[in-house]
């Protein structure tokens, strides 16, 4: 029997199991970004978790999670944390969280989606996948911060557009998009 899992929104009754895989995932997450996904949960934060479909005793366990913050843009969404089980991942998990958030973001008017990560001029191979993750699910470049996470390791930002017909918009928006450096246009 293939193994299935359930997408549901994130609940209070998560944010233990959401710290717990959290902390497991340490070659992408610090302890300073433990504590940022604390005080984020400690909000009530909006997200996604999903759980594996144990249908033996109908016992469920916590295989990953994506918690959603505002921007200072108020139709863009970022994707403030994400992360999946080691062992779930490459089977979907992933792309059904980010289906959600792009499908929630869209049904409350937004724009876009963002989300930053280390950049492929950090040299840290963790984050290879990471960013092959983003692009071959529509995000693009938007900009690269240099020094953002430590000396050297700098972050990318990037945007998905989530609502059809809003590309004149995005485009209006930002002339920098994509482009590796280029100074941030507030949004």
Do not use: C
């Not at 963790?126 to 529509?138: I, K, L, Q, S």
């Amino acid at each position: 029997m293939a193994e299935t899992f359930l997408i549901g929104a994130l609940v209070p009754n998560d944010a233990a199991a959401v710290r717990y895989l959290a902390a497991s995932l340490r070659r992408w997450f610090s302890p300073a970004d433990l504590r940022a996904i604390d005080a984020l949960l400690k909000k009530n934060v909006a997200g996604w978790v999903a759980h594996d479909h144990a249908e033996e005793n109908n016992k469920h366990t916590l295989v990953g999670f994506l918690l959603t913050a505002p921007t200072p843009d108020p139709l863009v969404r970022e994707v403030a944390w994400m992360g999946v089980d080691e062992s779930w991942q490459g089977r979907g998990v992933g792309t059904a969280l980010l289906d959600r958030a792009v499908a929630s973001a869209a049904a409350d008017g937004m724009r876009e989606l963002e989300v930053s990560t280390v950049a492929a001029s950090a040299g840290y191979a963790p984050y290879e996948a990471t960013r092959a993750f983003y692009h071959a699910r529509g995000f693009v470049d938007r900009r690269t911060d240099r020094d953002y996470y430590w000396p050297g390791g700098d972050r990318l930002l990037l945007r998905r557009i989530v609502a059809s017909g809003q590309m004149d918009a995005v485009v209006a928006h930002s002339d920098s998009a994509g482009l590796p450096g280029a100074p941030d246009d507030g949004g």
